[in-house]
């Protein structure tokens, strides 16, 4: 059994079909990208596997279970953790606290427990705060980890970005767009620190604009336009797609003279 | 991302700081300790002799409390303009409870909690959905539609004439009782929502005004915890309620209007948000200036006005932003 499985998905707003009757699976272990032009889809298919919005139609089943429709939290709680595009953290806290408040499904003590600072709470503050820090150092945040988070530089937000949803122990880790934005530096320094999620066990499922980086870094890749499905496969597959191809270059065409 | 070699200077200079969650900080305490030895020890004793003032302190430190509630939800990124209609609901209960069913007030303080936070949640549940100026305006618009339901409540509220004689509580008698059960409150509620803000809860609600949709990313039921620390608020302006049913032995639909409600959050705009003290040194600056102004006469009101926007232009984040250095040592949001 896939992971994950996006089975008939599409979502409508109004008029527009942004997703269209989109089908696919993601093999537990696997680097997945969903690719495409601009507006074919892709953001809209990204929150609805995360259930930041219901579908209009399919379903997305995680192990077998159904997680569409069910509120982003629970599907927090379930493995599936979405990060944000661009610099979504918690501004005014620090990297460390960003971090230590992102352990929240791992906490053990209740509503009163916390309030009276049971020992269980104490306890669950230590280890989350260890924790923190184990996974900032990991990816390359151990020395701004006491930095207010609108201080860092962008380079940094991304990583910290991804480091609040470590702490929620995915078992799939949807990334929206992590190489947006980055120069060919930053984009070489991203691709290694997702293989090294991926080396931890978690899944990988992402979406993005940078053809280069999802070539190198796929296992497999779905190729969305227009809300539709064009292709899917591995990235050598894609290179050589003869749909793909026509999307890509009908998007350049309309991008001359930007 | 590796990108050790790129430290900012920033992370060089402050160093590691401890995240701390559980319990207080000792400043904290040093603080709690310090208002409890000037509101419990030094001002009875300095106004042993004026009734006048001990009230007048009484009062300020009971709306200080209630507008702790309207800070509590600040805290989660909400604009309360309806805690008056919580304390009304308090109020009501506790006048309720004491004069038809002879309940002592011991009891109703807690039930006045209760009611009120009860009232809050299932009101929140709904609204809170609702930001920023939204959920201000139908919070501004609750205060009036529980005035009027008090109103009109037939024998339950007694309508217009309200609810008089409402018994003082037992051993609670005079102006300096009053006072210190008032200084005593207040020393709780701060007690408790200073807990709540350096605990992981006040962290929860701190991630949630910063992006609701982050929380919920990792797992917070965000929905639930706007409805806490909504009901959280409202139970605190229950238990204010409660008491000035009994300090005033009366209650009217007209005790609370939008004005109270109004007031409530000005507290908390003047004190500074970023600070648990903050309501209180707003409620104790506003209510002390403006029996200060009393001498004026006609013109207290105008020069009251006046001192406020002047307060607000020069001091956008509240009267505790002047405390040097506090901003980044002792306020709440570092849980210092």
Redesign the interface.
């Known amino acids: 059994m896939s992971l994950l499985a996006v089975e008939g998905l599409t979502r409508r707003f109004g008029g527009l079909v942004a997703v269209n009757n989109v089908s696919f699976t993601v093999e537990a272990g696997e680097i997945l990208s969903i690719i495409g032009p601009n507006g074919a889809g892709k953001s809209t298919l990204f929150k609805v596997i995360a259930s930041f919005l219901p579908p209009t139609a399919g379903r997305v089943l995680f192990a077998g279970e159904r997680i569409s429709g069910l509120k982003p939290h629970r599907v927090a709680r379930k493995g599936v953790v979405r990060t944000f595009q661009e610099t979504t953290v918690f501004k005014e806290m620090t990297a460390l606290q960003n971090v230590v408040v992102a352990h929240h499904l791992r906490l053990r003590a209740g509503a009163l427990g916390v309030f009276f600072a049971s020992r269980l709470a104490r306890e669950d503050e230590r280890r989350f705060r260890d924790s923190a820090a184990e996974i900032l150092d990991s990816l390359g945040l151990g020395r701004v980890k006491d930095e207010k988070a609108h201080n860092l530089p962008h380079g940094y937000l991304r990583a910290l970005g991804i480091a609040i949803a470590m702490a929620a122990q995915p078992k799939v880790l949807l990334l929206d767009e992590p190489f947006a934005g980055m120069n060919v530096e930053e984009t070489e320094r991203a691709v290694e620190m997702v293989r090294g999620i991926r080396a931890r066990g978690i899944t990988v499922l992402l979406v993005e604009h940078d053809m280069s980086a999802v070539m190198r870094i796929s296992d497999r890749i779905v190729v969305l336009n227009f809300g539709s499905r064009i292709a899917e496969g591995t990235p050598a597959q894609i290179r050589e797609d003869a749909a793909v191809i026509e999307a890509y270059l009908g998007r350049e065409d309309e991008t001359i003279g930007h | ?4 070699s ?3 200077p ?2 060089q200079r ?4 401890r ?5 207080i900080g000792a400043g904290h305490a040093a603080l709690l300790l310090a208002l409890a030895v000037v509101l419990v020890g030094v001002l009875p004793v300095a106004l042993s002799g004026r009734p006048y003032w001990l009230n007048v302190l009484t009062n300020a430190a009971v709306l200080s409390f209630v507008s702790l509630g309207v800070w509590v939800i600040f805290a989660i990124g909400r604009v309360n303009i309806a805690q008056g209609a919580f304390a009304m609901i308090g109020g009501y209960t506790t006048a309720i409870l004491s004069t038809r069913y002879g309940v002592p007030f011991w009891v109703c303080l807690p039930l006045s909690a209760v009611s009120a936070g009860l009232v809050g949640a299932l009101i929140g549940w709904p609204i809170l959905r609702l930001k920023g100026v939204y959920f201000a305006m139908v919070t501004l618009s609750l205060t009036e539609a529980v005035r009027l339901a008090f109103l009109n409540g037939g024998e339950v509220t007694n309508g217009a004439s309200g609810i008089v004689n409402v018994p003082r509580p037992a051993g609670i008698d005079s102006p300096l009782a009053f006072y210190l059960f008032a200084a005593v409150l207040l020393l709780l509620g701060l007690l408790g929502v200073l ?2 803000a350096t ?3 006040g ?2 609600f ?2 949630m005004r ?2 609701e ?2 929380a ?8 639930h915890y706007r409805v ?1 620390a909504f009901s959280l608020c409202c139970a605190l302006g229950g238990i204010g309620g409660s008491f000035f049913a009994v300090f005033h032995q009366n209650i009217y639909p007209a005790s609370y209007s939008v004005q109270d409600s109004i007031n409530f959050m000005l507290y908390c705009f003047l004190g500074g948000l970023d600070y648990v003290l903050g309501p209180v040194v707003g409620a104790f600056v506003l209510v002390i200036g403006f029996e200060l102004l009393g001498e004026l006469q006609e013109y207290q009101s105008l020069l009251y006005g006046i001192l406020m926007i002047a307060c607000m232009l020069v001091l956008p984040n509240g009267i505790l932003s002047l405390w040097p250095g506090r901003r980044d040592t002792a306020k709440a ?1 570092d849980g210092a």
Request: aromatic share 4%; proline share 7%.
């Open positions: 991302m590796s990108m050790q790129l430290p900012t920033e992370a402050t160093g590691p700081r995240v701390r969650f559980p319990g807990r709540l605990s992981r809860l962290w929860i701190r991630s910063q992006n949709e982050l919920a990313s990792i797992g917070i039921d965000v929905s806490l949001e």
